[in-house]
Nanobody
């Protein structure tokens, strides 16, 4: 089973930056699409960004487009989420997820991901 561990969360001022890391086990890491989702208390989990095996194929939610960047280092089995110009609305628990090898779901759908990390808290102060 794939193990997914997020890190890098914390408290940051509005307008600041934060970089999240996601380490996933498995020698076939490079074959999987990876995604970032977030969930605020009392709200549904929402899509943030995703990256396919090729770094030329990335996807972002409209709410973060232009501010967030997703990248991956397959040699290190790690995916990164660079968050710039952070807003209080970005406050949430951020989850990294591994897409199912067999999935017809859109990249922004939680149903298409098989393995999830425990989440890392991101808090943006005003």
């Amino acid at each position: 089973q794939v193990q997914v561990v997020e890190s890098g969360g914390g408290l940051v001022q509005a307008g600041g930056s934060l970089r999240l890391s996601c380490a996933a086990s498995g020698r076939t890491f490079s074959s999987y699409t990876m995604g970032w989702f977030r969930q605020a208390p009392g709200k549904e989990r929402e899509f943030v960004a995703a990256i396919r095996r090729s770094e030329g194929n990335t996807y972002f939610a409209d709410s973060v487009k232009g501010r967030f960047t997703i990248s991956r280092d397959n040699a290190k089995n790690t995916v990164y989420l660079q968050m710039n110009s952070l807003k209080p609305e970005d406050t949430a628990v951020y989850y990294c997820a591994v897409r199912s090898f067999i999935s017809s779901r859109p990249y922004y759908s939680t149903d298409g991901y098989a393995y999830w990390g425990q989440g890392t808290q991101v808090t943006v102060s005003s």
